[in-house]
């Protein structure tokens, strides 16, 4: 599958964090660099002199943020924001629900694919493909749904609101309002 045919769902505030970790992710791999032409500068000294070299821990950090980098950046090549339409769950819904299996009240954002790291926003990702996301697809406020748990149990539970438009704001946005 080419990436001129799969384009990624993005909301707002992913994108706005992706654009905050290429930046991050650049300043380190630079770093990073500087550090190999260091060791390689020392091992250009003449022979006899101790000869620093980097250990394949850090070649291989190296590596690792020049991977991470380009992923970031391939997903924002290629992208359209989420933009919900309807007053039921959708890519880019902030939705709360009460899961009565747990008897806990849960709120989240459903994105495509949860593509950032852990703790990298404010707000809690789920996967379209979570088993809680997929039995609320297409859900509206007030209707049940039952989905199976990681560990086999069944638990029912119901949508109690729906923000549609919390997606299309940015984190910036949300510090002025």
Request: negative net charge; contains cysteine; proline residues 3%.
């Amino acid at each position: 599958m080419s990436n001129e045919s799969y384009k990624v769902i993005l909301t707002n505030l992913e994108v706005e964090k992706l654009e905050t970790l290429v930046e991050m992710t650049e300043a380190k791999l630079g770093y990073q660099q500087k550090v190999l032409e260091v060791f390689r500068s020392a091992q250009k000294s003449p022979v006899g002199e101790d000869q620093m070299t980097p250990d394949a821990e850090y070649v291989r950090d190296v590596y690792d943020t020049a991977k991470q980098l380009d992923y970031y950046k391939v997903l924002l090549s290629n992208y359209e924001l989420a933009n919900p339409q309807t007053d039921a769950v959708e890519i880019g819904s902030y939705v709360s629900v009460y899961d009565s299996g747990s008897k806990q009240a849960l709120s989240f954002m459903i994105v495509q694919e949860n593509r950032l790291p852990n703790g990298a926003l404010d707000v809690k990702l789920v996967s379209k493909d979570a088993p809680m996301a997929s039995a609320i697809m297409g859900k509206k406020v007030g209707e049940s749904f039952t989905f199976t748990k990681p560990s086999g149990s069944l638990s029912n539970g119901i949508v109690t609101d729906i923000d549609n438009e919390f997606c299309k704001t940015t984190a910036k946005q949300k510090q002025l309002g």
